[in-house]
Antibody, heavy 121, light 104 residues
Framework: EEQLLESGGGLIQPGGSLRLSCAAS????????MSWVRQAPGKGLEWVSG????????NYADSVKGRFTISRDNSKNTVYLQMNSLRAEDTAVYYC??????????????WGQGTLVTVSS | EIVLTQSPGTLSLSPGERATLSCRAS???????LSWYQQKPGQAPRLLIY???SRATGIPDRFSGSGSGTDFTLTISRLEPEDFAVYYC?????FGQGTKLEIK
C-alpha cells in the first residue's frame, strides 16, 4: 500500500526556517514526480512546489519562490521542503503528494496526512 | 496562468438526489490534466476523477466526470451520506476554490 508520512511541522516565528520531510513507502519512489500542496486554515488547496523523479528539475509557486527549496533523496525514499523567511501567510497544513506518473501535471493519486506549520510570534 | 472557478460555492442537497458541480477554466485546458478531488474535514484530499472522466481506483460509479475545453462537470448520480464533503477541481498546478456539498 502506498503511503506518505510527513513530519517537521510546528510553531515557528516569522522570519524563521523549518524543514519538512515526507517518507514514502509502498511504491517505486524514484519513478514519480513529487509535490507539496498546502491548505491554510479554512481555505482551499494551493500547490507549492514539485520535483522531478530524478530530482534534477524543480518548480515553485510564485508565492514561495526564492524562499522554499524542494529536494529529494531517492536512496531514502524521502522528499523535503526547506522553508526559509517564513511569513504568517505560510501558515497551513502542508501535504506531501505523489503524482500518478513522471509527468509534472498529471493528477495526484496519493496524499500524506499533512503536517501543520504555524508561523506566529 | 489558468484560473479555475468552481460553482456553486455551496450546494445543499438531500441523500438520494443528484449533484452537479461545475469547474470553469479561464482558458482551454487539456482534458488529460483535469482532475477532481473530495476532501472531508480533517482528512487529506482523495482523487476521484482524472483525465476529466476516468474514475480513480475504488471510486464508486455514482461519480462521473465530463467536459472539455473550459467547462467541466462532476456529477454524483445519487448522493450517499458519505458524499457530503468539499470537492476541488485541478488542472496542472492550479486548484479551483472548491464546492462544499452539504446536507439539506
Amino acid at each position: 500500500e502506498e503511503q506518505l508520512l510527513e513530519s517537521g511541522g510546528g510553531l515557528i516565528q516569522p522570519g524563521g526556517s523549518l524543514r519538512l520531510s515526507c517518507a514514502a513507502s509502498g511504491f517505486t519512489f524514484s519513478s514519480y514526480v513529487m509535490s507539496w500542496v498546502r491548505q491554510a486554515p479554512g481555505k482551499g488547496l494551493e500547490w507549492v512546489s514539485g520535483i522531478s523523479a530524478s530530482g534534477g528539475n524543480t518548480n515553485y509557486a510564485d508565492s514561495v519562490k526564492g524562499r522554499f527549496t524542494i529536494s529529494r533523496d531517492n536512496s531514502k525514499n524521502t522528499v523535503y521542503l526547506q522553508m526559509n523567511s517564513l511569513r504568517a501567510e505560510d501558515t497551513a497544513v502542508y501535504y506531501c503528494a505523489k503524482r500518478r506518473s513522471n509527468s509534472w501535471y498529471v493528477e495526484i493519486d496519493y496524499w500524506g496526512q499533512g503536517t501543520l506549520v504555524t508561523v506566529s510570534s | 496562468e489558468i484560473v479555475l472557478t468552481q460553482s456553486p460555492g455551496t450546494l445543499s442537497l438531500s441523500p438520494g438526489e443528484r449533484a452537479t458541480l461545475s469547474c470553469r477554466a479561464s482558458q482551454s485546458v487539456s482534458s488529460s490534466y483535469l482532475s477532481w478531488y473530495q476532501q472531508k474535514p480533517g482528512q487529506a484530499p482523495r482523487l476521484l476523477i482524472y483525465g476529466a472522466s476516468s474514475r480513480a481506483t475504488g471510486i464508486p460509479d455514482r461519480f462521473s466526470g465530463s467536459g472539455s475545453g473550459t467547462d467541466f462537470t462532476l456529477t454524483i448520480s445519487r448522493l450517499e451520506p458519505e458524499d457530503f464533503a468539499v470537492y476541488y477541481c485541478q488542472s496542472r498546478n492550479t486548484f479551483g476554490q472548491g464546492t462544499k456539498l452539504e446536507i439539506k
